[in-house]
């Protein structure tokens, strides 16, 4: 007896000291750069998704749940992965459908002009994020049937030993602490970069037959929706297309017309919507923030009216959504910052934040003059002739005399000393004569921008 209760309890601390150590080695990236829907998913509260967005990478860069709340209040989700299949489409709607209930579900038609992942991180991300469940196994044999390096080690998949084998050589911080963004963030991917690209838009469609799995995914989706009371909507997002890809979006258009489903072939209303292929991409296949504002609000609109959906603005229970809103300010106003090569545009972005620290260093040898707009932010013709260090936070600056110690947030700590600006082991003093100004946030917990003027 003592024995068998010596090695149930072995086994129980072994299976707690696994699920500590696989926490920390998981998977935890479904968009780059360790941002995780699946995570974002996970800390939605239940029944609060009004509307739900699934598909590849396509969908993650072209609409953010952000726009579709700022306006219209409307809770979106975007519940995309980097190269999403067919499957993985199918697998990951049945797990949201566990604890939302949207009334809504639009999903990207680009899943059917490929069955196969090129990159094996494509297919970790799409089998292998997602929990253990008894959908696990069939979610794994059905891409493994056209899978050969998949098919021939299913169980390695089912349990996620191709990651544990291999993560402990690359873990990083957010292996320990998760992005802070994987808590708020609503699964959009908010990018202002910009290059241009060409859009195949043909006059006429020709349809492309479907194959049986293509035309099964279609009506595998109808019944998924219908079983849980879920209005579907077909969509293909602007993309840099070929002719066979634009041939099954094609097809998927006659499919949606005959089982009366909505379906907007975006690439084929660019005009109408005037996304401009020279501004509103970030590479050839995805549109940046631009573009995605014009796909998002279209979208709101199109959805307010055809279901008239409720407004959750200023519900406490929706308050992800509010700081989602924040999330994407964030990110705008730090990228404009870090973009920005002027000084007069910096400074008023650099106050527009909240949640900031400031760091303003005067060194050197420069003409006092020409920084003299400093003085409506605290400083004076004094200040500015006589150079010097001041840490702006809360619209308050503050001069810096001697040794200077703030914890930014749990993970940084500021130390100003000897003309030295540290945040951890980054130096961001001023390295020419001038001004340098360091901005960091504390709400998304990194450093937004480090500029020399």
């Known amino acids: 007896m003592k024995k068998a209760v010596r090695i149930t309890a072995f086994i129980a601390i072994c299976f707690v000291w696994l699920s500590g150590v696989y926490e920390v080695l998981r998977w935890k990236d479904t968009q780059g750069d360790y941002i995780s829907s699946v995570t974002e998913l996970k800390n939605t509260p ?33 519940l995309s992965i980097s190269g999403m299949d067919r499957d993985s489409a199918y697998y990951y709607m049945k797990h949201m459908f566990k604890t939302q209930s949207p009334k809504v579900a639009v999903v990207d038609m680009f899943a059917l002009s490929f069955d196969t992942h090129l990159m094996a991180g494509n297919v970790y991300r799409n089998y292998i994020s997602l929990p253990l469940s008894k959908d696990t196994l069939p979610q794994l044999k059905a891409y493994a049937a056209k899978d050969k390096s998949v098919s021939a080690n299913i169980y390695d998949y089912v349990a996620r030993w191709p990651i544990i084998h291999t993560r402990y050589r690359e873990l990083t911080r957010y292996d320990f602490e998760l992005d802070a963004p994987n808590y708020f963030a609503r699964g959009e991917y908010p990018n202002w970069e910009c290059q241009p690209t060409w859009l195949y838009r043909p006059d006429e469609a020709s349809p492309k037959i479907f194959e049986s799995d293509q035309e ?5 989706l109808v019944s998924l929706c219908k079983e849980n009371n879920c209005e579907l909507v077909f969509m293909s997002l602007p993309f840099r297309s070929y002719e066979d890809e634009q041939n099954y979006i094609d097809h998927a ?22 996304i401009d292929p020279q501004t509103d991409f970030f590479d050839e296949t995805h549109v940046n923030a631009l573009g995605a504002k014009k796909l998002s609000r279209f979208m709101a609109q199109w959805l307010d009216d055809t279901y008239d959906m409720p407004d959750h ?52 040898e420069y003409e006092s003059e020409k920084y003299e707009v400093l003085t409506e932010y605290g400083l004076s013709e004094e200040d500015i002739a006589g150079g010097g260090i001041w840490v702006l936070k809360d619209q308050v600056i503050y001069p810096v005399e001697g040794t200077y110690l703030e914890e930014l947030d749990k993970y940084s700590t500021l130390k100003i000393e000897n003309g030295t600006v540290m945040i951890n082991r ?20 990194k450093t937004l921008a480090y500029k020399q003027f």
């Open 46 to 78: 239940d029944d609060t998704v009004d509307v739900v967005f699934v598909g590849s990478s396509h969908v993650y860069a072209g609409i953010y749940p952000s726009y579709l709340w700022s306006d219209w209040g409307i809770s979106a989700f975007n």
């Open 216 to 220: 099964k995914w279609l009506d595998d």
């Open 253 to 274: 258009v006659i499919y949606a017309d005959e089982h009366g489903i909505p379906m907007f072939d975006f690439n084929r209303m660019t005009d109408e919507l005037q």
């Open 313 to 364: 603005r200023g519900d406490a229970a929706y308050e992800v959504w509010d700081k989602d809103l924040k999330y994407y300010e964030h990110r705008r106003d730090g990228d404009a910052m870090a973009s920005s090569q002027d000084m007069y545009e910096f400074l008023p972005m650099m106050l527009r934040l909240d949640d900031t620290v400031a760091v303003i260093h005067l060194s050197g």
């Open 426 to 445: 980054s130096n961001y003093a001023a390295n020419d004569n001038g001004l340098a100004i360091t901005v960091y946030d504390r709400f998304l917990n």
